[in-house]
């Protein structure tokens, strides 16, 4: 078991690279920070010199691969690290210099079980993409088809390991030592979802199931494609699928030049962001520039699926409302969902939660998304949780952290898109499907058709309890009881017309 000494080294070896890189600072000066938080970042800068603006993208980077991907998930978390921390985080790249190649084919050999060349014709030793956690080559199968192959870097889940277990460590005594505000923060729940985030990141069949998952739903969006998976070449360290032959989001002039039709495809873009979140809820949680593409026929793919996000219906449907509710201004409703979902402790007043969400959402209303400040509507919407005692939810988080970087892609295809006026008609027409009258009828049919499922065991028991006349009894569990014999009902006979007749009133009521 790793001793606290070393946990505290650690710590201390990384608080000097960020230090170097002022993204100390803010912890510093927060009144907030608890003494011993401030005492030990003290420590950590001392006799470094201090730049002035941070640069906290850049310490992660430094570090290693695990805070690299630890910077990503807090870049959702500008309650915790503050807004322009946050922002700054939203630039990290998620790139380090690629694994030689004798140890990636080694790795590909040993997890597929078989020597590479029996597994493809061609197979590129430099790489088309190095990241942290895997890099990517291009291939051609044996039997012809052109792939790409993503690896896990050697070595790598040790590596998470070592700094999953530190990084747990300090959030429980962060939380334990760090007050009120810490508790609310809840670090410990940050930490345990980024080491749920990053299990899935470094297990490539999931991030493969993933693929095929989302590509089966986004069926009902024929712009939006998802790659085949290669499953006989596919493995927990190693993942095949299709490659793709398209122009990545992030260079406009390039979309221009091939004849693209920019608003197209961020109309396309938004539209499949909000099915995913929405109607599905599994959405694909890092679609940055690098990971879209334009391909030539006007479609939008997608590619890297280790980071998705999973709503339950319930979520989705107070989330539709949210949105709904912020789009034409129905603050109050909005309000009431946040108190029913239990969103903002009982104590607070509703009024004045609604008051304080017309002043986020109505200087934004009806404006061009080039004119919103998305980081200022951020800043105010945490403002809010702290002042409401707001609890952390650590999946709405990372939709919210989604839905900016979506927002920020669809805005530089379409500097006048309006985010709001594309999301309402189908939030609209989504909301008439999942609470109107055809909803409810749907509801209430599946309702009575489980009741009915479970009349031929409820009949059982009721005969095995309550016999015919003349049948024998059950047998008591206690001792020997004089018992009056009573007429017993026709219980089969009642159960059975009632069950009918429910049903046949139910689906009467419905077709009416």
């Known amino acids: 078991m790793t001793t606290a000494v070393t946990h505290l080294w650690r710590l201390l070896k990384w608080g000097r690279t960020l230090a170097r890189h002022g993204a100390l600072q803010g912890i510093e000066r927060d009144p907030l920070t608890p003494p011993a938080v401030r005492r030990l970042v003290k420590l950590a800068r001392f006799g470094t010199r201090q730049p002035e603006e941070p640069d906290y993208a850049h310490a992660l980077q430094a570090i290693g691969p695990a805070a690299i991907k630890l910077g990503q998930a807090l870049a959702t978390r500008p309650d915790l690290v503050g807004e322009k921390a946050a922002h700054n985080l939203l630039t990290l790249q998620d790139s380090l210099p690629p694994a030689p190649f004798p140890l990636i084919r080694e790795a590909v050999e040993k997890a597929l079980e078989a020597p590479l060349d029996k597994l493809f014709l061609e197979f590129d030793e430099v790489p088309v993409g190095a990241a942290s956690i895997a890099q990517v080559h291009r291939a051609v199968t044996i039997e012809g088809r052109q792939v790409a192959v993503k690896v896990l870097r050697p070595g790598i889940e040790e590596e998470f390991a070592t700094a999953l277990e530190t990084y747990e460590w300090a959030a429980a005594h962060l939380e334990t030592h760090g007050g009120d505000e810490a508790v609310r923060l809840r670090p410990q729940m940050v930490i345990a979802h980024f080491r749920q985030w990053t299990r899935r990141e470094l297990d490539l069949n999931r991030e493969a199931a993933s693929a095929s998952e989302l590509k089966q739903n986004m069926v009902a969006e024929p712009g939006f494609y998802v790659p085949d998976i290669d499953w006989k070449r596919t493995s927990r360290r190693v993942m095949t699928l299709e490659w793709l032959d398209g122009i990545k989001l992030s260079k406009r002039a390039e979309l221009i030049a091939a004849g693209h039709d920019l608003r197209s495809l961020a109309a396309i873009l938004v539209r499949a962001f909000l099915r995913q979140a929405v109607i599905d809820g599994f959405f694909h949680a890092d679609l940055h520039q690098g990971n879209l593409f334009a391909l030539a026929d006007g479609r939008i793919a997608a590619i890297d699926f280790g980071i998705m996000g999973r709503i339950d219906r319930r979520a989705r449907l107070w989330l539709a409302e949210i949105l709904y509710g912020l789009i034409t201004g129905n603050y109050e409703r909005v309000a009431e969902i946040h108190f029913e979902a239990q969103y903002v402790p009982r104590h607070h007043n509703i009024a004045e939660f609604t008051t304080a969400l ?133 219980w089969r006979d009642f159960l059975l017309a009632a069950g009918g007749a429910a049903a046949g009133a139910a689906v009467v009521f419905f077709l009416i």
């Open 358 to 490: 017309r002043a986020v959402g109505e200087p934004i209303r009806g404006l061009p998304v080039k004119e919103i400040s998305v980081g200022r509507m951020l800043e105010g919407l945490f403002t809010i949780t702290r002042d409401f005692d707001m609890p952390t939810q650590p999946h709405l988080l990372l939709l919210q952290k989604t839905m900016v970087m979506e927002e920020g892609v669809a805005t530089f295809l379409d500097p006048d898109i309006n985010m709001w006026e594309s999301a309402e008609p189908f939030l609209r027409e989504w909301i008439r499907s999942e609470l109107g009258p055809e909803a409810y009828a749907a509801d209430r049919i599946i309702h009575w058709t489980r009741a009915l499922k479970k009349l031929p065991d409820l009949i059982d028991r009721i005969d095995h309890y309550f016999p015919a006349p003349g049948a024998a009894p059950p047998p008591l569990p206690t001792a020997q009881v004089e018992v009056t014999e009573l007429p017993k009902p026709r």
